[in-house]
């Protein structure tokens, strides 16, 4: 029982910070933390009790592993086929593509160093798929928990609903993507105002280079041609990205209510790191997401991941140094020895 106890410990943190705060990136890392040490010590527990059993099931995982590796690469390479094709070559949407060519430059790299067992490509390829690895694994955390987050029930009442913006098409019409998010801000707002309040809907976004109108108006008027109150929308109209979007809203809603909650209104791919920014920000308030587009879905949800590792760079960064500074020592070593 002494082996499930680094996952325990990772159990019980986990649910402290969720009860404290469901928006915390360290969330999602405990629970894949608590996964891993539970699956490594289920594992060894295994192996001591049946040594063949043990063998039998590490071979078994590598060979998912492998599987597993190949499938995710051809399913990311043609996604990114797809996104190219319905969207554009913008560096977003090539995404997926980039992921998918990145797994099968892995792979070669390893079947390389398997194949020739130079010191070198041994050394090269243990400490590629080593950050490969550490980014999986953030990646999965991400996932999963980000998931689990956007199915949780909001329970309190909530004094605005935020909505936030995206591009127009031809500087003027909301997209199918945007007006997905104002139709789910609609049924959050009929809910609680079923609970007895009229919360405020504030529509969120300003006017870029491209557009001929802010966002928030263009997303305003299209409430009101569905039949919603035109004297329970504020428009916030100065924020060009989500952490303004939710900043300059902040300061609408405090100055209105200082002690406001609200829910806040996004596409299902980007409620996660809507609802960090949200926590950095200091909005009290929690995250809905709207559907999008299954094709979308995987390039977005390496966007968002993306962007989540920009915004923890220094922790990534000395991680990954970490890594590529202990491969140096260990080729440094002569280790592992080569015929």
Not at 108 to 131: D, E, I, M, P
Not at 285 to 295: D, I, K, L, R
């Amino acid at each position: 029982m002494v082996s499930f106890v680094p996952s325990l410990v990772c159990l019980v943190l986990f649910c402290a910070g969720v009860a404290r705060d469901r928006r915390r990136v360290s969330n999602a890392v405990l629970l894949g933390l608590c996964v891993v040490f539970a699956g490594i010590a289920l594992f060894l527990k295994l192996a001591s009790e049946k040594e063949q059993l043990g063998r039998d099931l590490a071979l078994a995982l590598l060979v998912l592993a492998v599987l597993g590796v190949i499938t995710l690469a051809w399913f990311l390479i043609a996604n990114g086929i797809t996104m190219v094709r319905k969207e554009g070559r913008s560096p977003a949407n090539l995404l997926s593509l980039g992921a998918g060519l990145a797994l099968v430059a892995l792979l070669a790299l390893l079947g390389t160093a398997l194949a020739l067992h130079t010191h070198t490509l041994l050394v090269a390829a243990a400490t590629a798929t080593a950050l490969c690895g550490y980014v999986a694994f953030l990646f999965l955390c991400f996932l999963v928990y980000g998931g689990l987050y956007a199915r949780l029930r909001i329970r309190r009442r909530a004094d605005f609903v935020v909505v936030l913006g995206s591009g127009l098409i031809g500087g003027t019409k909301v997209p199918p993507l945007l007006a997905s998010r104002l139709e789910r801000a609609r049924k959050e707002h009929a809910r609680l105002s079923r609970r007895g309040r009229r919360p405020v809907l504030i529509t969120s976004g300003g006017q870029g280079p491209d557009e001929k109108l802010p966002e928030s108006h263009a997303m305003a008027d299209y409430l009101t041609g569905e039949g919603f109150p035109a004297d329970l929308i504020t428009r916030e109209d100065r924020s060009t990205t989500t952490d303004e979007n939710l900043a300059f809203s902040k300061a609408l809603m405090e100055k209105a209510n200082p002690g406001y909650r609200c829910v806040i209104v996004t596409n299902n791919y980007h409620v996660f790191r809507a609802a960090v920014t949200a926590r950095r920000t200091g909005v009290r308030g929690h995250v809905v997401g709207a559907p999008t587009a299954s094709y979308f879905w995987p390039s977005a949800m390496l966007r968002e991941f993306v962007a989540l590792l920009v915004s923890y760079r220094r922790t990534n960064a000395a991680l990954f140094l970490l890594v590529l500074l202990s491969g140096l020592f260990i080729w440094w070593l002569g280790w592992p020895p080569t015929p």
